[in-house]
């Protein structure tokens, strides 16, 4: 809301008698922004684009409380995960609970809503999209699409079953992130498209928030993604681009391995543990997946890197020893000392050891299976400062010793000094 619409606001808050004021406080299209309000036009999805705590949640429960009191249902509530979904879109300071007047607040049993109309919403979790399968539904509400492990399955699926009532529509909130499912829904002529910047609802934003995190990303790459909602493809003249990522032809692995790029300290604090697998498949290699983990205390990240170790049958762990020498084997060995451990040391620093990765990238011989959002997000991030996205780059430096280990030894062993 405006500086002007809010003093009017006061002035007119002041005037009403309680029950009046209670009325007002939940008349949203009085305090909504232009953008949190439906676009007119004959529309399928309506795309919603925001940085951090621009008012996409709370846009959403109202648009679903709005279908609700019109009597459309049956309502799918989407999130990344159900548990999400709950505590964000249907518990949270923003969420449907909160949006409604006491006497008119659905009542949350199990997985589903039920408003006292008798309109019902099922919660849904994108992780999950054979869930999808059965359930129809007048209208849909999909939470932070771009975060979505596995989205284009679950959106498709969802699409199935929204075919009741006159004009099933739906709602997709989200911060932007380069994804396919994106991409595809801001060329799709069904799509209208809103967007919104955290500036915008710096009203309904804690002063410390604005000085800490608004101040301190503004203007980077980060924060014209998380705060000013802008879709952000790749670092330019980063060593790898999005469109270099392909899926693989199969899955028939020759040697696998389990590379480990461990952090120096295994606080909350210190950097995460990249834990990278991947296989020779033919003239190529797979990257098959990615265990990263933080926070990274030392058992904890061998643990996970022994489990994936016997997950793929691979035949070795390559670590880097730089900074724990002895001590990042004998971790391991104390997981299970039947292990391989194949000792790595970096010699030179993070972008020259990259770039023979990158260039097997560039020849078409490195495929990614689907799901590796989070290191193709950090690779097309990954600077000549050796960092990513300000941050240290874990993933591709596991990713590295990975398909160095598989590609290059063989035919350059000098690669193991780099």
């Known amino acids: 809301m405006t500086s002007s619409n809010s003093a009017e606001a006061d002035e007119l808050a002041a005037s009403l008698a ?16 232009p953008a949190q309000l439906p676009p007119s036009g004959d529309w399928t999805t309506w795309l919603l684009i925001g940085g951090r705590g621009s008012g996409k949640t709370r846009a959403g429960a109202e648009w679903v409380r709005d279908l609700a009191s019109k009597g459309v249902t049956p309502i799918a509530l989407v999130g990344e995960t159900i548990s999400e979904a709950i505590a964000v879109m249907i518990k949270g300071e923003s969420g449907l609970l909160n949006v409604h007047l006491p006497d008119e607040r659905p009542i949350l049993r199990h997985n589903s809503l039920i408003w ?39 959106w498709d699926m969802l699409q199935f079953g929204l075919r009741l009532g006159k004009r099933p529509r739906q709602l997709a909130t989200t911060t932007p992130k380069p994804t ?20 915008d609802n710096r009203n309904n934003l804690a002063d410390s928030f604005l000085e800490a995190i608004v101040g301190r990303y503004r203007g980077s790459v980060l924060g014209r993604q998380e705060l000013d909602g802008e879709m952000i493809e790749d670092l330019p003249n980063a060593l790898w681009s999005r469109a270099m990522f392909k899926p693989p032809d199969d899955l028939a692995m020759g040697r696998i391995v389990v590379a480990v790029d461990p952090p120096v ?30 926070p990274a205390a030392p058992l904890a990240w061998a643990h996970r890197a022994v489990a994936a170790f016997h997950a793929h ?3 070795a762990i390559v ?24 000792p790595v040391r970096a010699k030179r620093g993070k972008w020259l050891r990259a770039e023979p990765v990158a260039a097997l990238y560039g020849r078409g011989l490195i495929s990614h299976v689907p799901g590796l959002t989070d290191l193709e997000d950090e690779m097309c991030g990954f600077g000549t400062d050796g960092r990513s996205q300000g941050h240290s ?26």
């Open 180 to 199: 396919k499912l994106l991409k595809r829904l801001l060329t799709d002529a069904r799509t209208e498209v809103t967007r919104m910047k955290t500036a």
């Open 116 to 154: 006292p109309n008798g309109v019902e919403a099922m919660v849904l979790s994108a992780s999950d999209p054979d869930r999808f399968r059965g359930p129809q539904f007048a209208a849909a509400w999909c939470d932070e699409v771009a975060k979505w492990p596995d989205a284009e399955a679950a």
């Open 319 to 342: 670590v880097e020893v730089n900074q724990g020498g002895d001590l990042v084997k004998s971790v391991i060995a104390q997981v299970d000392a039947n292990v391989p451990v194949k």
């Open 393 to 418: 780059p874990d993933r591709v430096d596991a990713l590295v010793w990975a398909l160095t280990e598989l590609m290059l030894d063989d035919v350059t062993p000098k690669v193991r000094g780099v």
């Open 313 to 315: 049958g691979a035949d």
């Open 265 to 294: 300290t295994g606080h909350a604090k210190s950097d995460a543990c990249g834990i990278v697998v991947a296989g020779r498949a033919g003239e190529g290699a797979v990257v098959l997946e990615d265990r990263t983990v933080k």
């Open 18 to 33: 309680r029950d009046d004021l209670e009325r007002l406080i939940f008349d949203w299209p009085f305090w909504a922004e």
